[in-house]
């Protein structure tokens, strides 16, 4: 039996330990965050998380030791007020901070493993250690930085992880420092090879089955949820309606019974009474047309809003619906122009569009977005696919649809105005920068 206690216990807030038995081996980490204040206690949070993490993805000291140091580094220190990043070795505590700044305070973090011949416990001989795991000094920084880095989830399931936007979700995300755990029902030995390049684990699991998505979650911090039949038309109504439906539900509350942090999910633009056959009743459209579900895969997107409103309610858990646009890879821009001679081919979604990176910049800023309850969030490029001016394809396709603004000359007719506003969202990619008009 391991036991430990941490006193006097009105001193303790920056003091934190984490301990594990995995057959004969002892795991035990103990930290010790310089200073008394939130931010001391802040970090040691996110150092033990960061340790437990990579402990159950069976790594070894000093892989642990870089992944808390980049955890603490990513996470709470690669800011301050003149917006410029600004990073500090880590090694032992100094009086130098790492980050100054104005309302900066003392926040460093360390942490003693009982192994390794280094003198902190380190697999290194001599007395100075390079990781954060082994009493490395992080620096100083502000305590709304410090609050920033503990919003940010570290470790994030990415459902559908193989598909064609999943993937390049999984990309951003690893790019961006998190711990990924890949999902998918479609995984063979390519997509192993893929998730492998990418050094994120993956695992095959039908996320209809309320148990397997419980198990897949119970791991992560929160979860991008982007499993579905994609589209209607690729299988019987009732047939899409069904599995959707199951997915979205058996996830939403596989989050709730693990307590994940936030939920961002793949919603859709069809929920906005796409295709137009019947006009919109107003342009650009935006999330208060809604909802018009005109297929069983619009109504599944429609369902699952309202599942994740009540689910929220009842678990305290954000949850952030992404109504996806058409979706494109760089690939499927050698398609556009033939769009171009005819305006009607494409007016069942106001010729909208979105780049797959824009989707991953939406998921990855719907993690740390401050927002509660559940909200949904138009996600498509800030142009339409077409070379004309959006006005006049309007006018001529919808003639008696009335814009309720001025647009830009080739604006989107589906308004991103309020994922700017709320997640930050600002479409970069567009299919202008490969095609030549």
């Known amino acids: 039996m391991i036991g430990a ?35 001391a206690g802040l970090t040691a949070s996110l150092a033990v998380a960061a340790c437990r993490n990579s402990r159950r993805q069976g790594a070894g000291l000093a892989k642990t030791g870089e992944v808390i ?14 917006g410029r990043p600004h990073l500090t070795p880590a090694d032992h505590p100094t009086d130098q901070g790492g980050l100054s700044g104005p309302g900066a305070s003392n926040g460093s973090a360390g942490a003693f493993t009982g192994a390794g011949p280094g003198a902190c416990g380190c697999p290194t001989s001599g007395t100075r250690c390079n990781s954060a795991a ?16 503990a919003q940010r989830m570290n470790t994030v399931a990415v459902t559908g992880a193989t598909g064609k936007t999943g993937r390049v979700v999984v990309a951003d995300l690893v790019q961006h420092g998190y711990e990924v755990l890949a999902v998918d029902i ?24 309320h148990g397997q998505a419980v198990d897949v979650l119970s791991d992560a911090e929160s979860v991008v949820h982007l499993a579905n039949i994609p589209a209607p038309g690729l299988y019987p109504a009732a047939h899409t309606l069904a599995t959707n439906t199951a997915m979205n539900h058996s996830v939403f509350l596989a989050a709730a019974h693990n307590k994940l942090r936030r939920v961002v999910w793949a919603s859709s633009e069809t929920t906005l009474g796409l295709p137009f056959d019947v006009p919109p009743r107003y342009a650009p459209v935006d999330e208060d047309h809604y909802p018009y579900p005109t297929s069983t895969y619009a109504l599944s997107k429609v369902l699952g809003e309202t599942a994740a409103e009540q689910i929220s309610a009842w678990s305290g858990i954000p949850f952030v ?10 690939e499927d821009y050698a398609l556009v122009p033939g769009y171009w001679s005819d305006p009607q081919a494409r007016k069942w979604n106001l010729w909208g569009y979105v780049d797959a990176r824009d989707v991953a910049q939406a998921c990855r800023l719907g993690l ?56 930050g969202y600002e479409p970069r990619h567009t299919w202008r920068d490969s095609v030549k008009i």
């Not at 140091?69 to 003149?82: P, W």
């Not at 479609?186 to 039908?206: F, H, I, K, N, T």
Request: glycine letters at 8%.
């Open 186 to 209: 479609a995984v063979g030995p390519a997509e192993r090879a893929w998730a492998q390049g990418l050094g994120v684990s993956l695992q095959c699991a039908d996320l209809t089955d």
């Open 134 to 149: 082994a009493g490395g000094r992080i620096g100083t920084a502000s305590r709304q930085e410090f609050e920033w880095g």
């Open 368 to 423: 740390t977005a401050s927002v509660t309850g559940a909200s949904s969030y138009v996600i498509a490029a800030a142009d339409t696919i077409m070379d004309r001016p959006s006005a006049e394809l309007l006018a001529e396709v919808f003639p008696d649809v009335k814009l309720t603004r001025e647009i830009g000359t080739y604006e989107t007719l589906l308004s991103v105005r309020r994922a700017g506003e709320v997640l």
């Open 5 to 39: 206690a941490l006193e006097p216990a009105d001193e303790i807030i920056g003091d934190s330990y984490e301990c594990a038995l995995a057959g004969h081996t002892v795991h035990l980490a103990i930290f010790d965050a310089m200073g008394n204040d939130m931010a």
């Open 69 to 82: 140091d980049r955890i603490l580094t990513a996470h709470c220190l690669a800011r301050k007020t003149d």
């Open 321 to 330: 619906a992404l109504r996806l646009s058409n979706v494109h890879l760089v």
